[in-house]
């Protein structure tokens, strides 16, 4: 196994069926959907498109269903319109995902996030979130940190729109590995709780069965990652790799360094 790190900068494109999922592993899937298929998506799918007024919505939200359609069926073998990939949630009566059943009995868990034309989607045997957020020069996100994030969270934070943007997905990251979402409590988790683990992993004393780590995806945007990690499964276990959607071009590479500001 490579050290996570490395792995990190990993750009690959390995087609999407070669990448078998082992207990070791979480692949980030980093694509920039361009066009889509009606025809691979769901009835649910479907009808949250015809419920979308603005036509440039409707078509990210085709282009992502499918991307998300084809890497999922590449990795479980099946055709992509196959796949049941969400459930109806009794609490908010939306979508969310659902692990994909796969030979040999281990479900194939998932997690997505978009931002722009950018979209994230992580993949393993466990449970995960991932969540990314461009960076508000707004100033926005100030009045939101003080009204949902802890005290000495935005005191950490101070005039960092970076800081908050990294907290605000850290947070969700965890909410989506939980299946909670933001119902579940923007204050679940305290970002200044989080310390190293192993092999970039953090881990916080409120959340044992968690670990967290921060991803570099692109300029101007925060990223991470939560995987149901319980303390006797070593952090290093989980590693994290680079694909692009077979036969594309690596669209956005990840870049060795973290953002210009964080
Ligand atoms: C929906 C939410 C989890 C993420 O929204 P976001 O940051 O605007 O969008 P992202 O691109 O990062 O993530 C969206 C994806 O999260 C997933 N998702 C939605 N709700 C989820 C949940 N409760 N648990 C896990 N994943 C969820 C979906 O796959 C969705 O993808 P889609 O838009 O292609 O259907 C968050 O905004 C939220 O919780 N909103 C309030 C509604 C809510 O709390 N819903 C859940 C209650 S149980
Ligand atoms: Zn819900």
């Known amino acids: 196994m490579m050290p996570a790190d490395t792995a990190l900068m990993r750009m690959s494109a390995v087609p999407v069926s070669d990448v078998a999922h082992s207990a070791a592993a979480v692949h980030i899937w980093m694509v920039r959907p361009d066009g889509g298929d ?9 009808e949250r498109v015809a419920r979308i007024a603005s036509p440039t919505q409707r078509k990210r939200l085709i282009a992502r269903r499918t991307a998300i359609r084809r890497i999922l069926a590449a990795l479980v073998g099946t055709d992509p319109a196959e796949p049941i990939l969400e459930r109806r949630c009794e609490r908010c009566g939306r979508h969310h995902p659902v692990p994909l059943p796969q030979t040999g009995g281990t479900p194939l868990f998932w997690s997505s996030s978009s931002a722009a034309d950018l979209l994230v989607v992580a993949t393993g045997v466990r449970q ?24 000495p969270e935005v005191a950490a ?3 960092s729109a970076w800081r908050f943007a990294d907290f605000w997905t850290l947070k969700e990251a965890l909410l989506k590995a939980q299946g909670v979402g933001v119902l579940g409590g923007l204050d679940r988790l305290c970002c200044t709780t989080l310390g190293r683990d192993t092999g970039g992993w953090l881990a916080t004393p409120d959340h044992p069965q968690w670990k967290l780590r921060r991803l570099t995806v692109a300029p101007g945007i925060a990223c991470a990652l939560a995987v149901d990690a319980p303390p006797d499964v070593p952090g290093a276990l989980v590693e994290t790799m680079w694909f692009t959607i077979p036969g594309r071009e690596a669209s956005c590479p990840p870049h060795s360094g973290p953002g210009a500001d964080r």
């Open 38 to 46: 009606m025809g691979l998506l769901s009835d649910a799918e479907r």
């Open 157 to 159: 934070i101070g005039p």
């Open 128 to 151: 995960l979130g991932v969540d990314v957020e461009p960076v508000d020069r707004t100033g926005a996100w100030a009045a939101v940190a003080r009204r949902y994030f802890t005290t």
